[in-house]
């Protein structure tokens, strides 16, 4: 079990997400591409870690946009770009990001909002514990900033 604070910046410099995180290390609950770069890290190291989007959110998926009619939204429903839905496809839940709202319907993108993107993280490790074995068979990190039952 790993805690960490980390800073997130694009390729552009700009910061995007900062924040702490607890993980179970081994077990995906982190991007692959920074997950790899954290093995055999000790408390007290930082790193910065160059992540691509193949190693990250994925590339940025052009089939992934999609028009969807008015008449896929509940009546009434206000419908604002930039607003989030999730909605239950055959892949399971996929979260959308309204692009553009038009007269023929409402243009979704289905990618990940990092998706497509270089990322950077500075990473410092702050924690580093056994998992116990809940935490091992539920496959994610119990605790402060780590998931609540
Ligand atoms: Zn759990």
Not at 20 to 42: A, R
Not at 107 to 117: E, F, R, S
């Amino acid at each position: 079990m790993v805690s960490i604070s980390y800073k997130l910046t694009n390729d552009a410099g700009e910061s995007i997400d900062s924040g702490d995180l607890d993980y179970l290390h081994g077990h995906h609950n982190i991007i692959p591409g920074l997950e790899n770069e954290l093995t055999g890290l000790k408390i007290g190291d930082s790193k910065v870690i160059k992540v691509t989007p193949a190693d990250g959110y994925g590339e940025y998926d052009e089939g992934l946009v999609q028009l969807v009619p008015r008449e896929a939204f509940p009546p009434g429903q206000k419908i604002e770009v930039g607003m989030h839905f999730q909605s239950r496809t055959e892949d399971g839940i996929m979260s959308f990001v309204v692009l553009e709202t038009r007269e023929d319907g409402i243009v979704l993108d289905g990618n990940h909002p990092l998706a497509g993107q270089n990322l950077t993280f500075d990473v410092y490790i702050k924690k580093i514990r056994e998992a116990s074995p809940e935490e091992i068979s539920h496959g994610h990190a119990h605790g402060a900033h780590g998931h609540h039952h």
